[in-house]
């Protein structure tokens, strides 16, 4: 089975530039998740989505941040315009919802360097 | 002020020996919790999880202890393998409310294992 696949693995811009991020979750999962990671820390939700609608996007701030999920699968995340606190790594992960059992499954990520 | 927290930054073991990593949280509706591991540019990779009702799960060389009242969890790794070195984080979530299925991180503690 194959897991999470993003796209790209990695990526440098000068601030101001724009930059998207995409992801492809595993087969047969209905709920996508974007975090970021800081350096040292841990995930941190960005949103969250079931199917093709965006169910908790509390922590995406969206003066620069997008998201969309066409047609439930494929996901992207934008950032215009970036800026330097944005440089993170961008995980993307996804989970079949099982009544009780929240396993996520995570891609390896996008690392982002804003200079 | 963080929900999940994992206190120690780094622990080095010998190989052969017994790996414990602590996890605390302060929110009383966590009811499931989980344990990841992450390599250098990787994604983090579920190792093991715990749901409230219980407070022992094991798979193999990984036991997971929760203890409600005291709002600690530890992940247990017996016998320590140099290919167990990586960094580990614990995350939790609630069954109920607008963050359910939502994981809270901790800051993750790496672990170094030595031959």
């Known amino acids: 089975e194959a897991g999470v696949v993003q796209s790209p693995r990695y990526k440098i811009i000068e601030k101001k530039q724009p930059v998207a991020f995409w992801c492809n979750p595993i087969s047969g999962h209905n709920t996508l998740y974007w975090y970021l990671q800081n350096l040292g820390q841990g995930p941190e939700l960005l949103i969250r989505y079931e199917n093709e609608e965006a169910v908790d996007d509390s922590q995406l701030p969206k003066d620069r941040f997008s998201a969309e999920r066409l047609k439930g699968v494929d996901s992207t995340l934008k950032i215009q315009p970036a800026e330097l606190g944005d440089s993170a790594v961008y995980l993307c992960?996804?989970?079949?919802?099982?009544?009780?059992?929240?396993?996520?499954?995570f891609g390896p990520g996008t690392r982002l360097t804003v200079t | 002020d963080q929900q999940v927290k994992q206190n120690s930054p780094s622990l080095s073991v010998q190989e052969g020996r017994i790996s414990i990593l602590n996890c605390d949280y302060t929110?009383?509706?966590?009811?499931?919790f989980l344990w990841y591991k992450k390599y250098p540019a990787e994604g983090p990779t579920f190792l093991i999880s715990i749901s409230s009702i219980k407070d022992k799960n094991e798979d193999g060389r990984f036991t997971v202890f929760l203890n409600k009242s005291a709002k600690h969890l530890s992940l247990h790794i017996v016998p320590s393998q140099p290919g167990d070195s990586a960094v580990y984080f614990c995350?939790?979530?609630?069954?109920?409310?607008?963050?359910?299925?939502?994981?809270?991180f901790g800051k993750g503690t790496k672990l170094s294992v030595k031959p």
């Open positions: 992960a996804s989970s079949l919802y099982s009544g009780g059992s929240y396993e996520q499954y």
């Open positions: 995350a939790a979530s609630a069954k109920y409310g607008g963050s359910q299925g939502n994981l809270i």
């Open positions: 929110n009383s509706m966590f009811d499931y």
